[in-house]
């Protein structure tokens, strides 16, 4: 989710409201996909893969808000939004992290639950190879040489 999303007053159902939302998020994040990244209604249409009519004459609601997002930012300092885009790296990083650490001690139990049933086996096949008194038979020492 982004501020375009975040900020959206209700829970979008309609496929192409969400797709401009999500469009709006990407632009605003410098993360476009489709687009030039300019901040303006022909690129948030060009993101969200709609044409400019959709969103300048169906959704002028998203439009608005979109455009509205877009005058906050650049009413951020740049100082500020470096800022807040590098805490916003940190916060991704720190996740991915987590992921990372999650599946590492996911990795580890497994490794963990092996190891203790191959000691088992192992100690098992060495009581039996102890039990039993003929495991080594000696070969015969007179053997002809040719």
Known sequence: M?????????HETD?????????ADRLLAGTSRRSTGNLSTVQLA???GVKY???AQKHTDLRDHFQQLVREAKDTPVAQRKNLDAHQKIQNDHAELRRHCTG???LVQ???LVINELTTENQQLKARLEGSIDNVRALPRNRRRP
């Open 110 to 112: 497994a490794y963990a």
């Open 46 to 48: 060009a993101e969200a």
């Open 2 to 10: 982004g501020p375009a999303t975040d900020t959206w007053t209700s």
């Open 53 to 55: 009519w959709i969103i």
């Open 104 to 106: 590492l001690e996911e």
């Open 15 to 23: 496929r192409q409201r969400r797709a401009i939302l999500a469009a």
